[in-house]
């Protein structure tokens, strides 16, 4: 997410309203641009107005990699004889698989990047400025690599576990809780990087991607968020929908925290691990209790 998109005007980072169109509507079409690929234009001025709008739309961004779950579960489950895995099925093995290649493709990947450029600025055990300057190498060294690995196969792993139980409760005929179960992941993801773009986290730079984003959200907004996905998770799917919500809340505060007094502030890749880690968190927790 660091170099998705710049100030236009680096003398005029708080922007003019005048220059915008209506809020929700480029909220909704710039993250949508930002984070998947679907062709959305987005705002053509890119200033801290452009994120605060974009940054409190990306749970709906979330919405994308979570059809694709949807999708390919249901293709699965239409052409499994019973619908209900046995032990030794690789069904949910490779709709975990598909479900996080398919999340991958339709956000370019872009927050691998940043995952694991926060691991290697955070095991450099450099000060800040140092830190900052190992978040801006384009290389990745080999905690980089390893964070993408570790948590990639978490994250499948869980999403495995997710689908088998969700592919018994649809051959149940209980739709709606798989569903949702299948999308929180990836809409509470973005919710965390909402929360890590609150206007307690500084940006650690004046230029680039953060300078846009970090520090944008009021406590209104994330709170609206996390409020909307606890009353839907915990309606439809139960306590363990809650205590996912919770955990990628409290590991995102945790984390982005963390971030703020290693690196001074944060920027897009502090973001881009957010997303990854939250999404991880709460597949887990669902995968242990759904």
């Known amino acids: 997410m660091s170099d998705k998109a710049g100030p236009s005007h680096q003398d005029n980072l708080d922007g003019d309203p005048s220059a915008h169109g209506n809020a929700v509507a480029e909220a909704i079409t710039t993250a949508l641009s930002w984070l998947t690929v679907l062709p959305f234009k ?56 598909l479900i996080m290649v398919a999340a991958q493709m339709l956000t370019r990947a872009m927050h691998l990047d940043g995952l694991a450029d926060v691991a290697d600025a955070l095991g450099s055990y450099k000060p800040p400025e140092g830190a900052r300057e190992v978040l801006r190498d384009p290389s990745t060294g080999p905690m980089g690599v390893g964070s993408i690995v570790l948590t990639m ?109 290693r690196f001074g502030g944060v920027n897009g890749d502090v973001f881009g691990a957010v997303i990854e880690i939250a999404c991880a968190v709460c597949a887990v927790a669902l995968a242990i209790g759904f």
């Open 153 to 261: 196969l978490t994250t499948t792993t869980a999403f495995a576990v997710i689908v088998a139980s969700v592919l018994s409760q649809w051959s149940a005929g209980q739709m709606w809780p798989g569903v949702v179960a299948l999308c929180l992941p990836f809409v509470a993801s973005r919710a965390a990087a909402t929360t890590a773009c609150w206007r307690g986290f500084p940006p650690f730079s004046n230029s680039g991607f953060g300078s846009l984003t970090a520090g944008t959200q009021s406590t209104v907004t994330v709170t609206c968020w996390w409020i909307l996905l606890l009353a839907v998770s915990g309606w439809v799917v139960g306590l363990v929908g809650v205590v996912a919500c919770a955990l990628s809340f409290g590991v995102t505060l945790l984390l982005t925290r963390h971030c703020v007094k």
């Open 42 to 97: 987005g705002a053509s001025v890119f200033d801290r107005i452009t994120g605060r709008r974009a940054i409190a739309a990306l749970p709906v961004a979330g919405l994308v990699p979570a059809a694709g779950a949807v999708l390919i579960t249901a293709a699965l489950f239409a052409t499994s004889s019973s619908g209900t895995p046995t032990l030794y099925d690789v069904t949910p093995i490779l709709g975990g698989t």
